[in-house]
């Protein structure tokens, strides 16, 4: 997998989902929302380590410079 986001995209993405998976955890957001929230801030911690984005990749975009 070649990185397709950029540093400034990964440090948004980390932070975001950190945020997420913290609302859900400390009980802020309850019943579907808690697990919409733990899903997706789960998704971006992810993809925000790796520095690949599975949709960036599918609609050919890129944040990373080249």
């Keep these: 997998m070649k990185m397709n986001e950029g540093p400034v995209d990964r440090i948004i993405r980390v932070i975001v989902g950190i945020a997420l998976v913290a609302l859900s955890l400390l009980g802020v957001a309850s019943g579907v929302w808690m697990w919409v929230a733990y899903l997706l801030g789960a998704i971006l911690l ?20 080249k």
């Design 46 to 65: 992810v993809t925000g380590i790796v520095g690949f984005c599975p949709l960036y990749k599918l609609f050919k975009l890129s944040t990373a410079k």
